[in-house]
């Protein structure tokens, strides 16, 4: 399959042709996707249904129904899942080592994230005529539920539409994608929805640093007059751009709409340092009072300093760095600040010399281990609008104004 290089200034995003254009299969002919998989006859009908859902989870199933005219002997699929949604199959194992048939795997690559792949390629799993299939899905997710995309039956990379449908025409891309917020670990992103033969469902949404090619959030629902998502965990003092992709409930998704570059801003974390105790050679204890001034929990806090000593131990915190330049971060028990909570972090060292503690603090928050998350947000969130007005989204331009 062809690969695409898109870049702005320093910014990259690397992508398959599928994850940027919307286009689902690879477009092969039947008998050599026969050869390459062993699938023997037929076409397929894939379907998704989410059998429940309780808020962080869910259960799901699979359908995948004959509807040709010959029995499929030998079938895999495979579909794309939203970032945010993790997937398990149940009753079958993982693929791996020993195990290459009747299992189930994940994919995950630059621009390809979270696709699920089930293969039963044997010849003694048969789909007769009008006979239907099914694999039972379960998982948790974070932020709003997302349908799969770039669903394939009866063989892998074998494009079908994902709810039994027809539909195979993707939107139209969304217009107008604007910043309406920037904080130190959140992005308020928003944009002029996009359009479809049928309806667009959802938004699809990516991100990229200077450091890091796309990498996938998760999805939103369509809302209207307009579509806003809250984009957290983000690190902070770090250039962003992001990418919508809508999508059909066929699982069709169009073409990249992008964002202006923003620059997240510096944490509003006050630091100070007190010494509780001396004692000769040098030896002290003191602590660190660590402050999140800011409206919005602060996730993966952590601080920068100078310092001419050494530590012995540092507790409610974790220490990197020296000598001269050190980095307390966030303990894994309390990652997040929440907002005008001050956190102590202990510690006990040796001065150095001069005998000076600790001083120069710069915060930061955010980590590129840590994926962002999208939580679709209400188009006025945020606007306080004086005596007499109230919010209203003016048409298709989707600014959120104050009005009479």
């Given at each position: 399959?062809?690969?695409?290089?898109?870049?702005?200034?320093?910014?990259?995003?690397?992508?398959?042709?599928?994850?940027?254009?919307?286009?689902?299969?690879?477009?092969?002919?039947?008998?050599?996707?026969?050869?390459?998989?062993?699938?023997?006859g037929g076409s397929a009908r894939f379907n998704?249904?989410?059998?429940?859902?309780?808020?962080?989870?869910?259960?799901?199933?699979?359908?995948?129904?004959?509807?040709?005219?010959?029995?499929?002997?030998?079938?895999?699929?495979?579909?794309?899942?939203?970032?945010?949604?993790?997937?398990?199959?149940?009753?079958?194992?993982?693929?791996?080592?020993?195990?290459?048939?009747?299992?189930?795997?994940?994919?995950?690559?630059?621009?390809?994230?979270?696709?699920?792949?089930?293969?039963?390629?044997?010849?003694?799993?048969?789909?007769?005529?009008?006979?239907?299939?099914?694999?039972?899905?379960?998982?948790?997710?974070?932020?709003?539920?997302?349908f799969p995309t770039h669903c394939g039956a009866?063989?892998?990379?074998?494009?079908?539409?994902?709810?039994?449908?027809?539909?195979?025409?993707?939107?139209?891309?969304?217009?107008?994608?604007?910043?309406?917020?920037?904080?130190?670990?959140?992005?308020?992103?928003?944009?002029?929805?996009?359009?479809?033969?049928?309806?667009?469902?959802?938004?699809?949404?990516?991100?990229?640093?200077?450091?890091?090619?796309?990498?996938?959030?998760?999805?939103?629902?369509?809302?209207?007059?307009?579509?806003?998502?809250?984009?957290?965990?983000?690190?902070?003092?770090?250039?962003?751009?992001?990418?919508?992709?809508?999508?059909?409930?066929?699982?069709?998704?169009?073409?990249?709409?992008?964002?202006?570059?923003?620059?997240?801003?510096?944490?509003?974390?006050?630091?100070?340092?007190?010494?509780?105790?001396?004692?000769?050679?040098?030896?002290?204890?003191?602590?660190?009072?660590?402050?999140?001034?800011?409206?919005?929990?602060?996730?993966?806090?952590?601080?920068?300093?100078?310092?001419?000593?050494?530590?012995?131990?540092?507790?409610?915190?974790?220490?990197?760095?020296?000598?001269?330049?050190?980095?307390?971060?966030?303990?894994?028990?309390?990652?997040?600040?929440?907002?005008?909570?001050?956190?102590?972090?202990?510690?006990?060292?040796?001065?150095?010399?001069?005998?000076?503690?600790?001083?120069g603090f710069a915060g930061a928050v955010g980590?590129?281990?840590?994926?962002?998350?999208?939580?679709?947000?209400?188009?006025?969130?945020?606007?306080?609008?004086?005596?007499?007005?109230?919010?209203?989204?003016?048409?298709?331009?989707?600014?959120?104004?104050?009005?009479?």
């Amino acid at each position: 399959m062809k690969t695409w290089m898109w870049k702005t200034g320093m910014l990259s995003l690397v992508c398959l042709t599928a994850a940027c254009n919307g286009q689902g299969g690879a477009g092969s002919d039947d008998d050599a996707v026969t050869l390459r998989v062993g699938a023997l006859g037929g076409s397929a009908r894939f379907n998704f249904v989410k059998t429940s859902d309780w808020g962080t989870g869910y259960n799901a199933r699979v359908d995948i129904t004959n509807n040709g005219s010959t029995a499929i002997q030998g079938w895999s699929t495979d579909f794309d899942m939203p970032r945010n949604v993790q997937v398990n199959v149940s009753n079958l194992p993982q693929c791996g080592g020993a195990v290459t048939d009747d299992c189930w795997s994940i994919v995950n690559d630059i621009g390809v994230e979270n696709i699920v792949r089930i293969f039963h390629t044997g010849s003694a799993n048969t789909i007769a005529v009008g006979q239907t299939k099914s694999e039972f899905l379960y998982g948790s997710y974070e932020g709003a539920f997302g349908f799969p995309t770039h669903c394939g039956a009866p063989l892998t990379g074998q494009s079908t539409p994902c709810n039994g449908s027809n539909d195979v025409a993707a939107p139209t891309p969304a217009t107008n994608v604007r910043i309406f917020g920037t904080g130190s670990g959140l992005v308020d992103l928003f944009w002029s929805n996009a359009t479809d033969n049928v309806g667009v469902t959802g938004y699809i949404l990516s991100y990229a640093t200077r450091e890091a090619p796309a990498l996938e959030i998760g999805e939103v629902p369509f809302t209207t007059p307009i579509t806003r998502s809250r984009i957290t965990r983000l690190q902070s003092d770090t250039d962003y751009i992001f990418f919508v992709f809508a999508r059909d409930a066929a699982g069709n998704v169009s073409s990249l709409a992008q964002s202006p570059i923003t620059h997240t801003a510096r944490p509003g974390i006050a630091v100070t340092f007190n010494t509780t105790n001396t004692w000769q050679g040098g030896g002290f204890q003191g602590e660190f009072h660590v402050t999140n001034n800011e409206s919005v929990p602060l996730d993966n806090w952590r601080f920068t300093f100078s310092f001419t000593g050494s530590f012995q131990s540092v507790w409610n915190g974790t220490v990197t760095g020296g000598p001269g330049t050190f980095t307390i971060s966030a303990p894994a028990f309390h990652l997040t600040l929440p907002p005008g909570e001050t956190w102590v972090v202990g510690a006990t060292g040796l001065f150095g010399n001069p005998a000076t503690p600790p001083s120069g603090f710069a915060g930061a928050v955010g980590s590129p281990a840590v994926r962002a998350l999208a939580t679709p947000q209400d188009p006025c969130l945020g606007l306080v609008c004086p005596n007499g007005l109230h919010c209203s989204v003016l048409g298709d331009s989707g600014i959120p104004t104050c009005v009479p």
